[in-house]
């Protein structure tokens, strides 16, 4: 018999067909690939990500671990072109960014743990402006709003302003917005300690595995390690803006003593260290 | 309830020290975050600052050889204040990064404002600093007896007590002023009055001596400093009435306390289920499309969006004329960065109406009175031209929400940036806005010039020429306070890196070359050369805003800001 793990794991597994899917895709630049060369972030004397040198293929669901403080929202704000770094570089297919790309800017979507949005207008005027932002408005949006605004018990406050709202379902209100626009990359910071509620989490959850099964990159921020063990198809450990494991959980099981909480394991011995 | 415990604070730090003495690892790390030690050179330039103004002080009363127009000179300057103190006590009301922690614990609102009262007031001290050395120099000037000097004291504090009164005020009944701009404006004109000096100088000076008396009657900020005229050799008493006001002022400051009080909230807001109907006031704060159901049921609300009502764009050719043609201006590509900045449609039309209103029966207000006062007239006409044009600037340089910060995971980051909003497109719809509005400021700009010209004898074709100028002149600011609405957000000055000081090195020439071209447009006699002056000066502002562009798009800084704490 299988343990949830397991179980679970084999759910996420893609076919075979899947990721020959997404591969030629990839190969034909319809995904995204993102590359970071040595990439250098301080805070005046904090190193908040020092010489970080990573490659996110598509079709993946990433999750970024560490302490606090040791670079995973940083490392997204990078990405999402917030923050810029000291040195080194990014590359979205093999294309450095500037920020006057607008064209692989839409191609990413980023959701901070409050989401941006007016916190005056109604959730639908959000979405439509959002949609909008990221020609995402043309033929079956409706219907994909819809979908979304029941699937997250949205669908009865859709004529609310986003303000007289809880933040659990203000953060379902930006991750509608996140979903329906559908982009190549997703960047998520801390969706699980977001204030949503156990239906809106797994509504996320599908969402994502199916994202990414279609060939989009979700790298979402976590603290919750029984979480990302089951719910990622590569871990990203950070700490002190360094990276200490970026591999599959399969494989890191495989270096693992204990084989059932490997991610445990590596967190306890990282606090080792540093004691 | 008390927010703040010394005895508490040393026992934490006591303790925290202790543990990290006892750890070698610790102690590394706290070594290597506070390797950086930062001193502050603010008290320095501050006081410097105080010396300034003392100086001033002293020029005005020597060049003029009385005391009455230096001690107006301190009313004008203090109601300069006025709005830089309105921004700061709104921001440590309602925007200061402490707020969501404090919100969190377990005290009321109305703890949490005194808090934040009192860090507002402890920042507004170096106020009485400046206010003493300006009186100070005035006693050293009127040879006043040192005991004597004792008594500026109660009046700096009078002083000091009446701006933070109009303060209040201000921020109870005239929020809606454009605060950020009559700052800037503030801030800009002792530069340019350095450039101008000898041109103006000695028409200003000529103006502040002949109109005292009237500013002194006019300008509340001016009323305690009247008291300072009772320390010389023979004292009017007739000052002395100039308290009666003043204390009036004062005890204002209880009841603005009580009106902010009142409405003081900072937390999040939980509202019940939805109910059936859209609540009136709900449907106030909130733009619904005209054709959104009025009715929130379940099936009404999928119908609006299955027939795709949600995507509607927002209707602007309802508000007016001026937005008609704004929206008929831009692309569609435009638009949709137009609908995320304005998310709430924009208003001018009736803001242009309503200052063209305003500027009418001002101006007819104040040639009446010309018949009755001709120094009272002068200043309602002034008045009734101020005051519509600082409406018609908030609605000129307006940048919509697209730069409203959030504050989030430590850091404040402008709505726009997480995005895929480009720095040229965000810039092109907010010149758009802008000028569309050209034509109407320059009507208003050319009709103050000729009613300026009727009452100073200048001639009319010179003054509309100037308001023209003037027009030209604010369009090309334009440029300038979009690339500083990008910078409220970044963190582009303050990192030490060579780029950043070519950066800052480069836009403080640009921006000296801007004001320099400016300001010979505006004041050399010859119609074309101060044209091309004019010409030089918008192309100087399109520099600036490609250069900063540039550096924008290159990525060389963060579209994020650490608060100061952080730092």
């Keep these: 018999m299988l343990c949830a793990t397991e179980v679970d794991a084999q759910r996420i597994r893609l076919t075979h067909l899947q990721i020959v899917a997404i591969r030629s895709a990839s190969l034909h630049g319809l995904f995204m690939k993102i590359e970071l060369r040595t990439v250098t972030k301080s805070y005046r004397s904090i190193r908040a990500l020092s010489r970080v040198s990573l490659e996110f293929s598509p079709g993946q669901l990433i999750s970024l671990l560490g302490p606090n403080g040791a670079g995973k929202t940083t490392l997204l704000r990078c990405l999402a072109g917030i923050a810029a770094p000291d040195s080194g570089e990014i590359y979205f297919d093999d294309q450095e960014y500037r920020r006057n790309r607008l064209d692989l800017r839409q191609r990413i979507y980023t959701l901070p743990d409050f989401p941006f949005l007016f916190w005056d207008q109604t959730i639908l005027r959000n979405l439509a402006i959002i949609l909008r932002l990221y020609n995402a408005d043309g033929a079956g949006a409706e219907e994909r709003v819809l979908e979304l605004l029941r699937e997250f018990d949205l669908l009865p406050l859709a004529l609310r302003p986003v303000q007289t709202l809880s933040r659990g379902q203000a953060y379902k209100a930006g991750l509608a917005a996140m979903i329906a626009a559908d982009c190549d990359i997703w960047l998520l910071d801390e969706p699980f300690a977001s204030g949503m509620d156990p239906h809106g989490i797994d509504a996320f959850k599908r969402h994502a595995r199916a994202a990414a099964n279609r060939g989009r990159t979700v790298i979402y921020s976590t603290q919750l390690l029984d979480v990302a063990e089951r719910f990622a198809d590569r871990v990203c450990v950070i700490h002190k803006g360094e990276i200490h494991a970026f591999d599959t959980l399969d494989r890191l099981r495989e270096q693992a003593r204990d084989k059932h909480n490997v991610l445990e394991e590596m967190f306890r011995q990282l606090r080792e260290v540093l004691q | ?567």
């Excluded at chain 2, 041109?199 to 005292?212: D, K, R, T, W």
């Excluded at chain 2, 949709?336 to 304005?342: D, I, N, P, R």
């Excluded at chain 2, 002034?382 to 730069?403: D, E, I, Q, S, T």
Aim: net charge positive; with cysteine; proline share 6%.
């Design chain 2, 1 to 567: 309830m008390k927010l703040h415990s010394p005895e508490f604070e040393r026992k934490l730090r006591r303790s925290v020290k202790t543990t990290i003495r006892r750890s070698p690892e610790l102690k590394r790390e706290a070594r290597r975050t506070n390797r950086a030690r930062h001193y502050s050179a603010r008290p320095l330039f501050r006081l410097a600052f105080s010396g300034v103004t003392a100086g001033l002080t002293w020029i005005i009363a020597q060049k003029t050889g009385y005391q009455k127009p230096a001690l107006v000179f301190i009313g004008i300057w203090l109601l300069g204040w006025i709005s830089a103190l309105v921004q700061s006590l709104a921001h440590q009301l309602y925007a200061s990064s402490d707020l969501p922690a404090l919100s969190l614990l377990p005290i009321e609102p109305r703890v949490i404002l005194r808090q934040q009262l009192e860090k507002f007031v402890l920042n507004t001290t170096w106020l009485l600093v400046d206010l003493l050395a300006m009186l100070g120099a005035l006693a050293l000037f009127a040879e006043i007896p040192f005991w004597q000097c004792l008594a500026i004291i109660p009046i700096a504090i009078l002083g000091w007590l009446t701006t933070l009164a109009l303060v209040g005020l201000a921020i109870v009944y005239l929020p809606w002023l454009p605060y950020p701009l009559i700052t800037a404006a503030i801030t800009l004109s002792p530069f340019v009055f350095l450039v101008t000096r000898a041109f103006i100088g000695p028409a200003l000076l000529a103006g502040l001596n002949a109109s005292a008396n009237t500013l002194q009657l006019i300008l509340p900020t001016a009323w305690p400093m009247s008291l300072f005229r009772l320390l010389s050799p023979n004292p009017s008493w007739f000052e002395l009435l100039f308290l009666v006001p003043s204390i009036a002022l004062i005890f204002t400051l209880r009841q603005t306390y009580v009106r902010i009080a009142a409405g003081y909230q900072f937390s999040e807001t939980i509202q019940p289920e939805s109910s059936d109907i859209i609540p009136d006031e709900e449907s106030a704060i909130t733009t619904v499309d005209p054709d959104a159901p009025t009715r929130v049921g379940l099936t009404a609300i999928e119908e609006f969006i299955q027939t795709r009502g949600f995507l509607a764009t927002a209707p602007w050719s309802k508000e007016g004329w001026l937005e008609t043609r704004l929206w008929q201006w831009m692309s569609s590509q435009e638009r949709k960065l137009a609908e995320f900045v304005f998310p709430n449609a924009v208003q001018m039309t009736k803001t242009w109406k309503k200052a063209f209103q305003h500027l009418s029966i001002g101006l007819a207000i104040g040639f009446t009175l010309r018949w009755v006062n001709t120094g009272l007239s002068f200043w309602v006409t002034g008045g009734a031209m101020l005051l519509p044009a600082l409406r018609v600037a908030a609605c000129f340089y307006g940048n919509g929400r697209a730069f409203h910060p959030m504050f989030c995971s430590g850091v404040n980051i402008q709505l726009y940036a997480v995005y895929p909003i480009g720095y040229r497109g965000l810039s092109r719809v907010l010149f758009k806005y802008s000028f569309v509005q050209l034509p109407l400021i320059a009507s208003f700009l050319i009709i103050c010039g000729l009613v300026m010209a009727y009452l100073f004898g200048w001639p009319f074709p010179l003054a509309a020429l100037n308001g023209f100028k003037a027009a030209f002149f604010l369009a090309a600011l334009r440029l300038i306070f979009v690339v500083f609405a990008f910078s409220s957000g970044t963190n582009d000055s303050s990192r030490l890196r060579s780029d950043t000081f070519l950066m800052i090195v480069m836009f403080l020439t640009l921006g000296s070359i801007f004001l320099g071209l400016a300001i010979a447009g505006l004041f050399v006699p010859q119609p074309i050369l101060s044209l091309g002056f004019c010409a030089g000066a918008m192309v100087v502002a399109w520099l600036f805003w490609r250069a900063y562009g540039f550096f924008y798009d290159a990525n060389r800084f963060d579209i994020m800001n650490l608060p100061k704490q952080q730092l």
